[in-house]
C-alpha cells in the first residue's frame, strides 16, 4: 500500500468533511420542522416535536459580520497566547527535537526504489528516488509547490516499471486535490492534469500507460468546501490525453451516496472495485477483468453485510480479509467461478486478537494482529497454516508490512510513544529481521517511561490506556497531564511516535491515551460499542480514564487537561458540556459540534452511519442528549481553547464558530474560553512543519498557563 492513497471508509470521515467560513441555506424539507423562528440572534425550530434553539445560526453563513467575528476571535486568541511567559521555550524544545532525519520504509517499482525523507524541519516530506546503480536523486519535493509549504503531496503512486509518477496536490490542507504526472528519469511534469478528485488513489493500468481513479463532478453551487459531495465515479486516464477525454469505468447514479475505491491486482488482470456507503466500514465488492476485451463489471458481493479487504488473486481465486461473522478478522478465499457462499474457504479462522492487515508476500499471508493494541507480526502459507510469529524490537505499533508476492522480503516499521519510526527488512530465506534506517535523535527513549494500563468503565468494560511520562516523575497526584483520546469510526489509537510529546514530558507532564470504545482496538465489536445510540458508552470511558489517572496519584482535576482532534474534538464538547469539574483545561479541535446539523455540508451525510441523523425521529433524541452546542447552559467551565482552520472541508469550521460563540457567551466562571482559528490551514494532512510546531506550543503554553503553572525558561537540560 506504499506510495498509493487507498480509499477507507473511516478516510471518508478524518478526510471527509467541512467548509470555511460558509454555510449553506437551510432546506426545511430536509427534517420534521413544523416552525421556525427567526429571532435577532438565530433560530428556533421545531423538529420531531421538540424545539431546539440554534442562537449562532448565522456563523454558518459567508457575511461580513461572519468575517468579522473571525476576525476579531482570531485576534484575541492569539492576543491572549501571546501573553503567555516562555511559550518560546516550548517552541526551541520542540524544534529541537523534532530536527532529525526521518526515512519512511522504501517501495520497490521496477529497478528503481522509492522512499520520502524529510532532513528535519522541512516543511514536507521529499520523494527520492534511488536506481539499480544506487544513484539517488529528488522525484518530488513538495516544498517548491509554495513558499509557505500549504500545498501539499496528498497522494502518490508509481506506475509498475517505476518509470512515471502520478501525484495529487492540496492546498491548504483542503480535500480536493488536483492529480498530475512527472517523468522519473527526466524530472519533466507531463502535461495531463486531473480534476475533481476526493478520496481516491491513481491506480496505474498493467502497461503502465493510464490510471484508474475516481472523482466527482464540478461542484454546482460554485463552493468548492462546502457543497455537499455526491455522486463519485470510476474513470480510466490514457497518458497524454485530456480529462475530457477519459473513459468512464462505473458510475451508480440511482446510488448516489456510493463511493468507489478503484484498484488493480498486482499481476494487472482485474480491476477491483471496493463500494463504501458513507463510513461504514461494511463494503459491497465488485471487479472487472481487464483481459477480456468489453469486459462488464461483476456485482460479487451485493449485501452491505461485512467488510471485504481485497489482499490479492491466483487467477481466479480472490483473496480477502473479512469481518463476516468474525468480528475480528479472518481470511478468506472466493473463487469467482464458484461465487455463492457455500463455496467460500477460510484460509485464516478469526482468533481471540483482531486482525489491522494483511499482505500477501513471497506467496505467503503476513498477518499484523493487535494484542490489547500492541502491534504483533505473524506469517502463514497460502493455505492458513502458521509458519511463524516475527520477533519484533518491543512493545509498539507495527506499520506494514511493505512487500510484494515476487519478493522474498518485506520492511515493516515499529514505534511507541516514546521510540520514533524505526524500518526493519524481514528476509524470509533467514527467518529474521535486520534493521534497516534507524534515526539519529536528540534524545534517550530509555530516559522515559511508556506503560499500558487497564481501567474499569462505567459498566464495568476494561479499557487499556498509554500512560507515558519521564523517569523520574513522582506520582503526587500533582502531574501536568494531557488526556488524548478519539473513540470512534473504527480507527485504532495504536502507539505513535511525536517530538512534540517528548517536550510535554520534559516539561514535566504525563501524556495518556485511553483506548475508548468506538475504535477497532478489539474489533468490530469493540467498534459497534461506540456508535449510534452507544455513543455515551465513549464518553463514559473517557471521564473513566480521567478518574483512573485521578485516583492512582497521577493528577488531580487542576492539573488534567483534555485534547481530542475531529471525531475526538466532539468527544471534547461531551466532556464539557456533560463532566466540566474534571478537567482544568478542554481543547475541542476541528470537533464535530452540532450534531443536528452536521450531515448538511459537504462529505458530513457519510458519518450518519456511525452516529445516525437528526432526520429520522428514532435517532434524534441520542444525538440531542449529547450534541455538544445544544448542551451549553450557564454555568462555570474549565478554560477552553476552541481550534479550527479556514480551509477546513472536513469538520466544516462553523461547528467550532457556533460552539465557541455559544460557550463564551454563558460562561459564567473566570476561566477563559479563546478560539484558535488558522488560516491557510484545514483538518490537519499536509500541515507543513512549522505550523505544526507552533500548533503544538500553543496546545502546551494553554493547557500550563490554565494549570496555574509558569512555563520553564528552558526546557529538556
Request: net charge negative.
Amino acid at each position: 500500500m506504499f506510495l498509493k492513497t487507498i480509499l477507507s471508509k473511516q478516510h471518508l470521515f478524518i478526510a471527509g468533511l467541512g467548509l470555511t467560513l460558509v454555510g449553506c441555506q437551510y432546506n426545511a424539507s430536509q427534517v420534521d420542522v413544523q416552525q421556525t423562528i427567526s429571532t435577532p440572534t438565530g433560530v428556533t425550530e421545531t423538529i420531531h416535536g421538540v424545539e431546539v434553539a440554534d442562537p449562532y445560526r448565522f456563523l454558518e453563513e459567508e457575511t461580513d459580520a461572519t468575517h468579522a467575528w473571525v476576525k476579531q476571535q482570531q485576534q484575541a486568541g492569539h492576543d491572549y497566547l501571546a501573553q503567555i511567559e516562555n511559550k518560546q521555550a516550548i517552541v526551541e524544545r520542540i524544534t529541537q527535537l523534532w530536527n532529525f532525519e526521518k526515512v519512511t520504509a522504501p517501495a520497490e517499482h521496477g529497478s528503481n526504489t522509492f522512499y520520502y525523507r524529510n532532513d528535519g524541519l522541512q516543511a514536507q516530506s521529499v520523494l527520492y528516488v534511488k536506481d539499480k546503480a544506487g544513484q539517488e536523486k529528488v522525484a518530488l519535493d513538495p516544498n517548491a509547490f509554495s513558499t509557505d509549504g500549504t500545498v501539499a503531496l496528498s497522494g502518490v503512486s508509481v506506475s509498475g516499471d517505476g518509470k512515471t509518477i502520478a501525484y495529487g496536490v492540496s492546498k491548504s490542507g483542503s480535500d480536493w486535490q488536483q492529480w498530475q504526472f512527472v517523468d522519473v528519469a527526466t524530472g519533466e511534469k507531463l502535461l495531463d492534469e486531473l480534476n475533481w478528485i476526493k478520496f481516491s488513489s491513481a491506480q496505474w493500468s498493467k502497461d503502465n500507460q493510464g490510471v484508474y481513479y475516481s472523482r466527482y463532478d464540478a461542484p454546482e453551487g460554485g463552493n468548492l468546501l462546502a457543497d455537499v459531495n455526491f455522486n463519485q465515479k470510476v474513470y480510466f486516464h490514457k497518458l497524454g490525453t485530456d480529462q475530457s477525454q477519459d473513459t468512464l469505468v462505473y458510475e451508480r447514479p440511482q446510488n448516489k451516496d456510493w463511493g468507489f475505491g478503484a484498484e488493480v491486482s498486482e499481476q494487472g488482470d482485474y480491476l477491483l472495485i471496493s463500494i463504501s456507503q458513507g463510513t461504514d466500514s461494511r463494503n459491497r465488492f465488485f471487479y472487472k477483468s481487464l483481459t477480456e476485451e468489453n469486459a462488464s463489471v461483476v456485482e460479487l458481493i451485493v449485501d452491505l453485510e461485512a467488510e471485504y479487504s481485497f489482499l490479492g488473486n491466483d487467477k481466479s481465486v480472490f483473496y480477502f480479509k473479512t469481518d463476516l461473522d468474525a468480528p475480528n478478522g479472518k481470511v478468506i478465499a472466493i473463487d469467482i467461478n464458484r461465487p455463492a457462499k457455500a463455496h467460500w474457504e477460510t484460509i485464516i479462522a478469526e482468533s481471540s486478537d483482531p486482525i489491522a492487515s494483511v499482505a500477501i508476500i513471497n506467496d505467503h499471508l503476513v498477518v499484523s494482529y493487535l494484542h490489547d493494541v500492541l502491534g504483533q507480526l505473524s506469517i502463514f502459507s497460502m493455505d492458513g497454516v502458521k509458519r511463524q510469529d516475527v520477533e519484533l524490537p518491543g512493545k509498539g505499533k507495527i506499520a506494514g508490512p511493505y512487500g510484494k508476492r515476487s519478493k522474498d522480503y518485506f520492511y515493516y516499521t515499529f514505534n511507541s510513544y516514546v521510540q520514533p519510526q524505526t524500518t526493519y527488512k524481514f528476509d524470509f530465506k533467514t527467518g529474521e529481521s535486520s534493521l534497516y534506517a534507524k534515526p539519529d535523535i536528540s534524545f534517550n527513549p530509555s530516559d522515559y517511561v511508556s506503560d499500558q494500563v487497564f481501567y474499569t468503565s462505567k459498566d464495568g468494560t476494561r479499557v487499556p490506556m498509554m500512560v507515558s511520562y519521564k523517569k523520574g516523575l513522582k506520582l503526587d497526584g500533582n502531574n501536568p497531564t494531557l488526556l488524548y483520546a478519539y473513540g470512534g469510526f473504527a480507527i485504532s489509537l495504536t502507539p505513535r511516535f511525536s517530538p512534540a510529546n517528548i517536550a510535554w514530558m520534559d516539561m514535566g507532564g504525563i501524556y495518556a491515551v485511553p483506548n475508548l470504545r468506538g475504535g477497532a482496538e478489539y474489533g468490530e465489536s469493540w467498534h459497534q460499542a461506540g456508535m449510534f445510540d452507544k455513543k455515551q458508552n465513549v464518553f463514559d470511558d473517557y471521564y473513566a480514564a480521567a478518574q483512573y489517572l485521578i485516583d492512582n496519584n497521577y493528577t488531580n482535576t487542576r492539573k488534567l487537561g483534555a485534547y481530542g482532534r475531529s471525531n475526538g474534538g466532539l468527544l471534547m464538547g461531551a466532556a464539557l458540556t456533560q463532566r466540566p469539574d474534571l478537567f482544568a483545561a478542554v481543547l475541542p479541535a476541528v470537533g464535530v459540534l452540532d450534531m443536528l446539523r452536521f450531515h448538511k455540508f459537504t462529505i458530513g451525510w457519510a458519518w450518519t452511519s456511525e452516529y445516525g441523523s437528526a432526520d429520522v425521529a428514532e435517532q434524534f433524541p441520542a444525538l440531542l442528549a449529547y450534541s455538544p452546542y445544544h448542551n451549553i447552559n450557564e454555568r462555570d467551565y474549565p478554560a477552553t481553547m476552541v481550534m479550527t482552520a479556514d480551509h477546513d472541508d472536513r469538520v466544516v469550521p462553523l461547528h467550532s464558530f457556533k460552539f465557541g460563540a455559544l460557550l463564551q457567551d454563558r460562561q459564567t466562571g473566570d476561566a477563559p474560553v479563546i478560539m484558535r482559528i488558522e488560516s491557510k490551514a484545514g483538518h490537519g494532512a499536509g500541515k507543513p512543519t512549522a505550523m505544526k510546531i507552533d500548533e503544538f506550543a500553543d496546545i502546551y503554553s494553554f493547557l500550563w498557563h490554565s494549570f496555574g503553572l509558569t512555563v520553564p525558561a528552558k526546557i529538556g537540560e
